[in-house]
């Protein structure tokens, strides 16, 4: 997945950045070992490291907290004009994130294999969206199909929607 790049001022600097967001979210017991930082034009515009077991939120992935400070500082959704470092590949619930936020482009250090290695496991995740496992943790039911049609029709019609 990843892509060889030499190192220069700025990818030491954001890099070492995103591991010291990751070393203090880990010394205060806020979650696993995993920081990032959002990148604007060379700089530093967000940083976040694992807020789980600080918020009770399992969402909370240091991605996803960057992702959500630059949105609010740059004040829109989109940043497809940005960059984020992280210090571990992302679970298929980051990589989603960093793909609706629009972001192009991905540095990151550790595998999913290393993450694993230390019990952040996502291969039954991987399995699930492959088709490779009938196990189902999560039972999917469908209700009110008619009902929230008709939401999906008001938004169609709707003139002054906003896209994203």
């Given at each position: ?93 980051c990589f989603a994130a960093i ?66």
């Amino acid at each position: 997945m990843g892509q060889v790049i030499l190192a220069n001022e700025h990818t030491n600097s954001h890099l070492a950045a995103a591991i010291r967001e990751a070393k203090k979210g880990l010394r205060h017991n806020h979650g696993g070992p995993f920081g990032a930082v959002i990148v604007h034009r060379s700089r530093i515009i967000a940083r976040g490291h694992n807020e789980v077991l600080r918020t009770n939120d399992p969402t909370a992935h240091a991605e996803i907290v960057a992702i959500r400070k630059a949105s609010a500082k740059l004040g829109r959704f989109d940043l497809g004009d940005c960059e984020i470092w992280s210090t571990c590949e992302p679970c298929p619930m980051c990589f989603a994130a960093i793909h609706w936020a629009k972001i192009p482009l991905l540095y990151y250090g550790c595998t999913h294999d290393d993450a694993a290695a230390i019990g952040f496991d996502d291969a039954f995740i991987y399995a699930v969206i492959r088709g490779e496992t009938s196990e189902k943790r999560l039972r999917l039911v469908q209700h009110g199909r008619p009902e929230c049609l008709e939401l999906f029709n008001e938004w169609r019609s709707k003139q002054d929607r906003r896209s994203y």
